[in-house]
């Protein structure tokens, strides 16, 4: 995982000590220096290309800087975070499929294909990332985010509810309307890749 950039700001929002995960004194730098590794992540799951990832932190935290007087404390904190996290990841999602890149799926995935035993095995390996990719960018943000913490990077539901500030219920909800979602868009897929061989 990269670096989190630096953010500027002394804004500063005062806020009660009893809301879970949130300093005494809120303002942008507290903020980043005690979310910025969880925006940063969330911002991988939801599909951000690497290269766009330091950018889209600091949009992240432009946004935070704008919108914090707004915050009154009635979510947690890292949901307030991952509700513009979503919406950053959108935008840096529409701009790389203009540059038509690849998503941070794929991508992460690639450096390991140098590591298997034939140039066979590493085609098949990056066509399997391709599509696994493709799939993955068909499925609603908050939904792809969950399933890629339970299905790829093995979180339990329990810490993912608690990372995403979400009750446990809504989370097994997202997983199972995502694993319905998966499962749709892949026949998409196959169907797409067997018309397309038939032609």
Known sequence: MGRPGRVHSREVVPTTSHLE?????????AIHASHADFVWCSLQRLGVWPADLEDALQEVFVVVHRKLASFDGSARLSTWLFGISMRVASAYRRKA????????????????????????????????RARLASV????????????????????????????LGLPIG??????????????????RLRRREEAGRGR
């Open 21 to 29: 995960g949130v300093p005494d004194v809120l303002d942008v730098r």
């Open 97 to 128: 499929y203009r540059r038509r890149e690849r998503t941070v799926v794929d991508m992460e995935a690639t450096a390991g294909a140098s590591q298997l035993d034939s140039p066979e095995e590493a085609l098949a390996a990056e066509q399997a």
């Open 170 to 187: 809504t989370v097994y909800s997202r997983l199972g309307a995502a694993r319905a979602d998966f499962s749709k868009a892949a026949l």
């Open 136 to 163: 993955l960018d068909e499925l609603e943000p908050a939904r792809r985010a969950i399933f890629v913490m339970f299905e790829i990077e093995n979180i339990a539901c329990p810490e993912i509810a608690a990372q």
